[in-house]
């Protein structure tokens, strides 16, 4: 089955851009969402295909997807944005979704 | 406002059943496939089962195949998962979940699933 590939964690400073990947064979080819889970609560889409945003998502989230890789990028980041964060594909061989393994993202 | 609201959890003995409810309000449910995802303690999210808008289409994960099956009674906006032989591995948070065309936009807050002696 097809895997998603996360580093567990990624460590920023406030005000600075965070950069999330997501590793999988030919993941360009493929749609790419985006969650974030604060602790104690259910997930949030923060992107979809890639990189659209749902209403009421800050601009600050961006997405992007090329060759073997996805990233999420958060830019100017603030306290909040501390959570983990999953991406999210749809198999077409299994016809089944697929998530990362999940990054922690930590504020420093 | 759009609501999912899981229930049914508990801790269970291994071997035996539970039946988890999703009560949907604040959209037509009868527009959506439905799916549950669940977490298990410290872990990442892992894909249970899904079913579409008219219950025509049913999947499972492999890891539950055979074992849980899912159902919705659109008259009710309610979706459900029966699960039958619970193990420990099927101790987690399961979430409901609204499926868009390839994600999910809208999750419940989940329902605690133990599986103890």
């Known amino acids: 089955s097809y895997v998603l590939t996360q580093p567990p964690s990624v460590s920023v400073a406030p005000g600075q851009t965070a950069r999330i990947t997501c590793g999988g064979n030919n993941i360009g080819s493929e749609s790419v969402h985006w969650y974030q889970q604060k602790p104690g609560q259910a997930p949030v889409l923060v992107v979809y295909d890639d990189c659209d945003r749902p209403s009421g998502i800050p601009e600050r989230f961006s997405g992007s997807n090329s060759g073997n890789t996805a990233t999420l990028t958060i830019s100017r980041v603030e306290a909040g944005d501390a959570a983990d964060y999953y991406c999210?594909?749809?198999?077409?061989?299994?016809?089944?979704?697929?998530f990362g393994t999940g990054t922690k993202v930590t504020v420093l | 406002e759009m609501q999912l609201v899981e229930s049914g959890g508990g801790l269970v003995q291994p071997g035996r059943s539970l039946r988890l409810s999703c009560a949907a309000s604040?959209?037509?449910?009868?527009?959506?496939?439905m799916h549950w995802v669940r977490q298990a303690p410290g872990k990442g999210l892992e894909w249970v089962s899904g079913?579409?808008?008219?219950?025509?289409?049913?999947d499972y994960a492999d890891s539950v195949k055979g074992r849980f099956t899912i159902s919705r009674d659109n008259a009710k906006n309610s979706l459900y998962l029966q699960m039958n032989s619970l193990s420990a591995e099927d101790t987690a948070l399961y979430y409901c979940?609204?499926?868009?065309?390839?994600?999910?936009?809208?999750w419940g807050q989940g329902t605690l699933v133990t599986v103890s002696s």
């Open positions: 079913i579409s808008w008219n219950s025509g289409s049913i």
């Open positions: 979940a609204k499926k868009g065309t390839g994600w999910y936009d809208y």
């Open positions: 604040g959209f037509i449910f009868d527009n959506y496939a």
């Open positions: 999210q594909v749809w198999d077409s061989s299994s016809d089944h979704p697929v």
